[in-house]
């Protein structure tokens, strides 16, 4: 009998080893739930910027003053009724 609970001791360490010290094991699902971890605020990160283009798109979508205000910051447009003055300084004269 004692030799029976020696040999269960020996295996029941070896699996303990086994769980810990191998690559499959604690260390493997450890690095898991951290990747997981990462890959949850990422994709909240990436969620809000989602959520902030589908209303940038719904916005160009509805309304004229988005679509001009974003023609005028990107592509330079100018009204009808507008006049375009263009402001040289002295340096950029100078080149």
Do not use: P
Not at 64 to 89: M, N
């Amino acid at each position: 009998m004692r030799w029976l609970l020696i040999v269960l001791g020996i295996v029941v360490c070896l699996l303990q080893a086994e769980l810990w010290l191998k690559d499959d094991g604690f260390r493997k699902t450890r690095d898991l739930r951290a990747a997981v971890a990462e890959h949850r605020s990422l994709n909240e990160s990436l969620k809000a910027r989602n959520a902030a283009l589908d209303a940038e798109v719904i916005n160009l979508k509805q309304g004229l003053e988005a679509a001009e205000e974003r023609a005028r910051t990107d592509l330079g447009l100018i009204g009808r009724d507008e006049t375009f003055y263009q402001v040289v300084s002295h340096e950029d004269r100078a080149r």
